[in-house]
């Protein structure tokens, strides 16, 4: 354990701790990480909407940074610091942005607020002028009251495959869960939370889903998904498989690893404070399950503090390097040791917990991984690291052009083509790199159709993919370029969205960087249909003149 002192956002009460045999092993160096941003205020999180280059990097006293392309813009995307509570360990702590968020420009924040201190769940939305600037509007979503300890506050709130908001709150702090909080079903400290945020307005309020475990239980809040956590203050989902991977700060003994499968119903019990890992922590009270209790699960890994004190869960890397792909990596916030695990499926793990610590050292003049506070995913699946003293990190790509950034210095953003990067961006005369004036120039298929978007040809996508709100364009449609803008305007579109089906003529077909078209708008379906035909014959017409 190091000698310094904790920051408040991870003290906790801790001793060195009973020796436990796991199997660490350390792999040949496959994977380097590098420095991406330095600089940064006690910087806690990172997040990035799915398809989108630019980082958004969270701030613990309030604020969300953005960098773009390599670049700390100086104006914050959002900044809250005199809402913000910091005491202990409170804070800004967590964001998550909406799975419409192309749409609806929705993002979702955690952070802790007054005095007695409250923890709550925000909606804020980007602006519609300026994508980069959030609006001032807020909508609290939920408030928590805590008790006065300042501890075990969580800090992660993240979207399931299933479209639901989840929240892990931590027991509200003291040694050994003083109030009893996780346990009990009439508070939502020390639990997991499952609710449904989708709205129409924006001031609309949750909704409980009506698959949640407990609803219609006496005697149990209908928001809870799971119970039985010490400080849940990092999880994340597989973005693949949509498993739940949690990491549970230990007291005196014992770090965890809690994993849930996609499939899985809800109602589980994760022990605390009967138990501590696998091993009994204090007698059950009254109406609370004894050790070892059938209905209780246990973790898929733990490890004592002879290897640190204080898990930062991380998350299952689906990047393009091969070698890690589809472990889960976390690290220990006290030690500096970052492993990989595989989840087996059921109640443990395939093979062995690998050390990764080698690996994730950057080159030297790069800073030093020192202070893990969060993992994070860029908007193509890349890991992030944040160190807590004010640095960002990233597993460095195996194919240069696939990782969001500008490379090869041309101007123009470099997106991936699915697992293996897009294979035409490493050149300044290469056109198929994204161009953000050609939003449907990348080949990626960014929407999931089945077809690679590009702006022109007939092997591209009839939908037309704005990077700036990851939705297809259903505007300009009609296959005719009817604006002059050099491009094919195509009729429709798959959008993730709910755009305008194939076939349906759009009244608005303007090119994304472009209010309206200047000729040939709302034709209706069948001049549409015959559009091509009379541009040719116009064309014909002009070259016989």
Not at 26 to 48: D, K, M, N, Q
Request: with cysteine.
């Amino acid at each position: 354990m190091p000698s310094t002192k904790l920051p408040p956002f991870i003290r906790r009460a801790g001793a060195l701790a009973l020796p436990l045999v796991i199997c660490l092993t350390a792999p040949a160096l496959a994977v380097s990480v590098e420095r991406i941003a330095a600089g940064l205020t006690a910087p806690v999180f990172v997040a990035a909407p799915a398809g989108d280059p630019r980082l958004f990097i969270v701030e613990r006293a309030g604020r969300i940074r953005i960098l773009d392309n390599g670049v700390l813009r100086s104006t914050p995307f959002l900044d809250i610091s005199g809402r913000v509570n910091t005491a202990g360990e409170g804070g800004l702590l967590g964001l998550a942005f909406a799975p419409n968020f192309a749409s609806s420009r929705a993002f979702y924040v955690y952070y802790t607020t007054g005095s007695p201190m409250t923890s709550r769940i925000s909606r804020f939305r980007a602006s519609p002028a300026n994508p980069n600037v959030a609006a001032t509007e807020e909508k609290v979503v939920l408030a928590v009251p805590q008790p006065a300890t300042t501890s075990h506050k969580g800090g992660t709130v993240a979207f399931g495959a299933d479209g639901m908001l989840y929240m892990g709150f931590g027991d509200g702090g003291g040694g050994g869960d003083p109030s009893e909080f996780a346990q009990n079903p009439a508070t939502l400290l020390g639990k997991m939370i499952r609710i449904d945020v989708s709205f129409a307005a924006f001031t609309d309020n949750y909704r409980i889903p009506a698959d949640n475990p407990h609803v219609g239980t006496p005697g149990t809040l209908p928001e809870i998904w799971a119970r039985g956590f010490r400080n849940p203050f990092r999880f994340a989902f597989d973005r693949q498989t949509g498993d739940l991977y949690i990491g549970d700060v230990g007291e005196t003994t014992l770090e965890e690893v809690d994993v849930e499968s996609a499939s899985a119903a809800g109602g589980r019990n994760y022990g605390w404070d009967v138990m501590e890992g696998t091993s009994c922590f204090e007698a059950p009270d009254p109406g609370e399950p004894a050790c070892n209790a059938p209905s209780l699960t246990l973790p898929v890994h733990q490890y004592t503090h002879s290897l640190g004190c204080s898990i930062t869960g991380g998350t299952v890397y689906r990047g393009t390097q091969a070698s890690l792909r589809g472990h889960y990596v976390f690290a220990d916030y006290c030690s500096a040791t970052i492993w990989s695990l595989v989840w087996n499926g059921a109640g443990g793990i395939v093979g062995s917990v690998v050390n990764r610590t080698a690996e994730f050292t950057p080159p030297a003049g790069q800073g030093t991984i020192a202070s893990i506070v969060g993992f994070g995913e860029s908007g193509s699946g890349e890991l992030l690291i944040v160190d807590g003293s004010g640095e960002l990190f990233r597993v460095v790509p195996a194919v240069e052009c696939g990782n969001g950034v500008d490379d090869d210095g041309d101007g123009l953003i470099d997106f991936a083509a699915g697992e293996g990067g897009d294979p035409g961006c490493a050149s300044a005369a290469d056109l198929s790199e994204h161009d953000p004036a050609h939003p449907c120039d990348d080949g990626t298929d960014n929407d999931g159709d089945g077809r690679a978007d590009f702006r022109v040809g007939a092997s591209g996508d009839a939908g037309c993919w704005d990077p700036r709100w990851w939705t297809e364009n259903p505007q300009c449609q009609d296959g005719v370029d009817n604006d002059g803008a050099q491009g094919l305007d195509f009729d429709g579109g798959a959008s993730r969205n709910g755009g305008v089906p194939l076939g349906v003529p759009d009244p608005q077909c303007a090119y994304a960087w472009q209010p309206r078209e200047r000729r040939g708008c709302g034709l209706g379906f069948e001049i549409a249909l015959l559009a091509p035909a009379l541009a040719r014959r116009r064309r014909r017409a002009r070259a016989g003149r």
